[in-house]
């Protein structure tokens, strides 16, 4: 069974950063390509950065381009998303997902495959 552990999360003052960790077990981390994604309270899940296989290609939302940034361990089977300049409307419970024969970037949650039970970032103004 695929486990993805997603943590770092928790309340930062607005302008804040925090990092976030995606573990992954059981899977050939260096296969996969990875997403973040976030809900806020009331609001569909939304898609925010994804890194292809081996880092080469990434993704942003335009929310969060410029101050967010992913990137991925293969060695340790950790995927990261640092997180800069917060602001109160990047709260939300942050997921992390993966996909399998990830050689693209995906944007979609449909492209994914795994997913893991999210860590909450709170930011406050």
């Known amino acids: 069974q695929v486990q993805l552990v997603e943590s770092g999360g928790g309340l930062v003052q607005n302008g804040g950063s925090l990092r976030l960790s995606c573990a992954g077990s059981r899977l050939p981390f260096s296969n996969f390509a990875m997403g973040w994604f976030r809900q806020a309270p009331g609001k569909e899940r939304e898609f925010v950065a994804a890194?292809?296989?081996?880092?080469?290609?990434?993704n942003y939302s335009d929310p969060v381009k410029g101050r967010f940034s992913i990137s991925k361990d293969n060695a340790k089977n950790t995927m990261y998303l640092q997180m800069n300049s917060l602001k109160p409307e990047d709260t939300a419970v942050y997921y992390c997902a993966a996909k399998t024969y990830g050689l693209t970037a995906p944007t979609s949650r449909n492209d994914y495959d795994f997913w893991g039970q999210g860590t909450r970032v709170t930011v406050s103004s």
């Open positions: 890194i292809n296989w081996n880092g080469g290609r990434t």
